[in-house]
């Protein structure tokens, strides 16, 4: 197993889901719910699936596509995405 990707990767997705609205709406759910285990195994199996379909989707792309055109493409989407919530927040 590759430990420095292992770990990278831990580290990107954990500080990215602090204080989402997917742990938001898990937090809510367990606040209003009877069973707190139900609610982790729900969210902790819902979170392994949509990483599972992540992964096997950029699988498929770096078939098709050079890793680092998939790199440059998700930095361009994030930046237009950032801009696009600045830009959007103006005028709200």
């Known amino acids: ?5 292992f770990t990278s990767t831990f580290a990107t997705i954990f500080l990215a889901e602090i204080g989402d ?8 759910l367990a606040a209003g719910g009877s069973s707190r ?3 982790f195994a729900g969210s902790a199996l819902a979170l392994v699936a ?4 992540a992964v096997l989707a ?5 078939r098709a596509i050079p890793p680092i055109w998939l790199k440059r493409g998700a930095g361009v989407l994030f930046l237009g995405l950032g801009v696009f919530f600045l830009v ?3 005028n709200a």
């Open 21 to 28: 609205k997917t742990q938001l709406a898990t937090l809510s």
């Open 1 to 5: 197993m590759d430990w420095k990707l």
């Open 58 to 62: 950029g699988e498929a792309l770096s």
């Open 50 to 53: 949509t990483s599972a379909i």
């Open 88 to 90: 959007g927040s103006r």
């Open 37 to 39: 285990w139900s609610v």
